[in-house]
């Protein structure tokens, strides 16, 4: 998970989770601090192999990073999320159903990493 304003990078995450038992809204750590803390706390990593295999963890990894480290309301920003070439068309329509009815977001995009990654190679070899 990352953010951006004016074209910089504000945040990024990678998709590990920690916590101390029972998960309170936002009481576990994301990323570095969930991986400093595997040796005293179990780890959860919601994606496997390219697909969401845990999506009640997805969500609380979503509402960390969009709450705790890009500190936005989801419901004035338009998101973008990516996803791997043979993701099923159901686990997108479940992604879309949580950012629209958990955080209301007004805007989605799901794009596959592949073809950004064609487009972010055009652009820069285009001088964009």
Same mark, same amino acid.
């Given at each position: 998970?990352?953010?951006?304003?004016?074209? @910089?990078? $504000?945040?990024?995450? /990678?998709?590990? *989770?920690?916590?101390?038992?029972?998960? /309170?809204? $936002?009481?576990?750590?994301?990323?570095?601090?969930? *991986?400093? &803390?595997?040796?005293?706390?179990?780890?959860?990593?919601?994606? !496997?192999?390219?697909?969401?295999?845990?999506?009640?963890?997805? =969500?609380?990894?979503?509402?960390?990073?969009?709450?705790?480290? $890009? &500190?936005?309301?989801?419901?004035?920003?338009?998101? $973008?999320?990516?996803?791997?070439?043979?993701? /099923?068309? =159901?686990? !997108?329509?479940?992604?879309?159903?949580?950012?629209? =009815?958990?955080?209301?977001?007004?805007? *989605?995009?799901?794009?596959?990493?592949?073809? *950004?990654?064609?487009?972010?190679?055009?652009?820069?070899? @285009?001088?964009?």
């Amino acid at each position: 998970m990352g953010g951006s304003r004016g074209g @910089k990078p $504000l945040s990024m995450s /990678a998709a590990s *989770l920690h916590s101390a038992g029972v998960m /309170a809204d $936002l009481d576990f750590y994301v990323g570095e601090e969930a *991986l400093s &803390r595997a040796n005293t706390h179990s780890l959860s990593f919601p994606v !496997r192999h390219g697909q969401v295999d845990n999506w009640d963890t997805m =969500e609380r990894f979503w509402q960390q990073c969009i709450f705790n480290y $890009l &500190r936005c309301d989801p419901e004035d920003h338009y998101f $973008l999320l990516t996803e791997s070439p043979l993701t /099923a068309p =159901e686990n !997108r329509e479940y992604m879309a159903e949580i950012m629209f =009815e958990t955080f209301n977001v007004p805007g *989605l995009y799901i794009a596959v990493q592949a073809v *950004l990654a064609l487009a972010a190679s055009y652009t820069t070899s @285009k001088g964009w």
